[in-house]
């Protein structure tokens, strides 16, 4: 049997890598390796030893296995508990959305409501080449558009209103979708550009803010007032707080469309950035050089 090569070897990260590391690794040897586009006779092998690799590093209880047992995790009878990819659902994906999905009572979906789409896979192929993960034959090539989506309806998903060839279609926008995020109809694709957004950064699922706070807050302690994706948040400040302080609230950033194991939603991250008066009156110079004295 051929040794497996170090997953990490196979993306070209650290085993420090972050999660937006391994990402950005695994689309750029996706792209680069992926059948349709790569023609040389060790394109598919490499291609399924990239997405192997990354359906293992980028899964947190996966990793961890990986990173004590190493490819023994995955064996029948290893100490993770066997292959990663058996059982009873059917995993697909040629790019960073992984899903898994299964039949159950028939044709009925398991998972519920795909925002009015009946096939999961339709919803989070990427652009790698159009191809269904199970081999299903495509037509011709489609039109493809870009539709630019304001970030909050990328995150809590929404309907946005298209005419393409003079005829207007709702767009339904899954909760959760990002930059690069596709979705496929029958007369066309369309893929999503998400938005700035003036206050809030994005990273993966985790949603971050810089926000204010006032030096004497800092000192004293008292509350402040914080928005976030599910309106404000009045947040509590312990006196003394020092500057670059992180506030971390857990599962509330954006819905993870990667994958339909593991966090159902990323974290909302707030940096408290200690504000200090540009000018001070000559009262407010006498106070604070009593309180140095003191």
């Known amino acids: 049997m051929a040794t497996k090569r170090d997953y990490y070897d196979v993306l070209g990260v650290s085993k420090t890598a972050s999660e937006a590391e391994i990402k950005s690794a695994y689309r750029k040897l996706a792209l680069e390796w992926h059948p349709d586009r790569n023609k040389s006779p060790e394109a598919e092998g490499r291609f399924k030893e990239i997405n192997e690799a990354y359906q293992v590093l980028s899964d947190a209880k996966k990793k961890a296995s990986y990173d004590q047992f190493g490819h023994a995790a995955f064996e029948q009878g290893g100490p993770a508990g066997g292959n990663p990819f058996a059982g009873g659902f059917r995993t697909g994906g040629q790019g960073p959305f992984t899903y898994y999905y299964s039949n159950v009572g028939g044709n009925q979906n398991p998972f519920g409501d795909f925002g009015g789409f009946s096939d999961p896979f339709e919803i989070f192929e990427q652009f790698f080449g159009g191809q269904n993960p199970f081999g299903r034959q495509r037509g011709p ?114 819905p993870q469309l990667q994958s339909f194991s593991g966090r159902a939603k990323g974290d909302f991250y707030i940096r408290l950035q200690i504000q200090f008066p540009d000018h001070l009156s000559h009262r407010q110079k006498e106070l604070l050089e009593e309180f140095q004295r003191s």
């Open 141 to 254: 090539a489609k039109p493809h558009y870009s539709l630019k989506i304001p970030f909050l309806t990328a995150v809590k998903g929404g309907t946005e209103s298209v005419t393409i060839d003079g005829q207007t279609h709702a767009i339904k926008i899954p909760a959760g979708a990002d930059t690069g995020t596709h979705l496929r109809f029958k007369d066309f694709d369309i893929t999503f550009e998400v938005e700035e957004d003036p206050r809030f950064r994005r990273e993966g699922a985790d949603i971050y803010i810089d926000h204010p706070l006032p030096f004497t807050l800092a000192i004293l302690g008292g509350e402040t007032t914080v928005p976030t994706l599910d309106g404000s948040l009045k947040l509590k400040i312990r006196p003394g707080t020092a500057p670059g302080t992180m506030v971390r609230l857990s599962s509330k950033g954006a």
